[in-house]
């Protein structure tokens, strides 16, 4: 079992910048690729996969909405990933979450994942 936890959400202005972080406890975090998926909190919203990132971290894998502007990384001996996010707009606003799972290739999409963090809240303002 592996267990994440977020943290790093808040309320900034457009254009600001914000790094997330998700450490993990449990099982080898190398094991695992990461990712990051978003869920703004309006009916009918499904929760968007945002980045990816293999166990070594050598791979990554962006969407369109957020190449450019974000970044994912990960430090394997602190049990830690990361999503350094650029020029926020208001369409960003979203509870992000961190999951796990153990194809790469696969995980951007909410069915693959293994485990997921309970989210965190990012709002931004106009």
């Known amino acids: 079992q592996v267990q994440l936890v977020e943290t790093g959400g808040g309320l900034v202005q457009a254009g600001d910048s914000l790094r997330l972080s998700c450490a993990a406890s449990?099982?080898?975090?190398?094991?695992?690729?990461m990712a990051w998926f978003r869920q703004a909190q309006a009916p009918g919203k499904e929760r968007d996969f945002v980045?990816?990132?293999?166990?070594?971290?050598?791979?990554?894998y962006y969407a369109d909405s957020v190449k450019g502007r974000f970044t994912i990384s990960r430090e394997n001996a602190k049990n830690t990933v990361y999503l350094q996010m650029n020029s926020l707009k208001p369409e960003d606003t979203a509870v992000y979450y961190c999951?796990?799972?153990?194809?790469?290739?696969?995980?951007?999409?909410?069915?693959?994942?293994?485990?997921w963090g309970q989210g965190t809240q990012v709002t931004v303002s106009s």
């Open positions: 999951a796990g799972g153990s194809n790469y290739y696969s995980l951007r999409l909410p069915s693959h994942v293994d485990y």
């Open positions: 449990g099982r080898t975090f190398s094991n695992y690729a």
């Open positions: 980045a990816r990132i293999s166990g070594s971290g050598g791979m990554t």
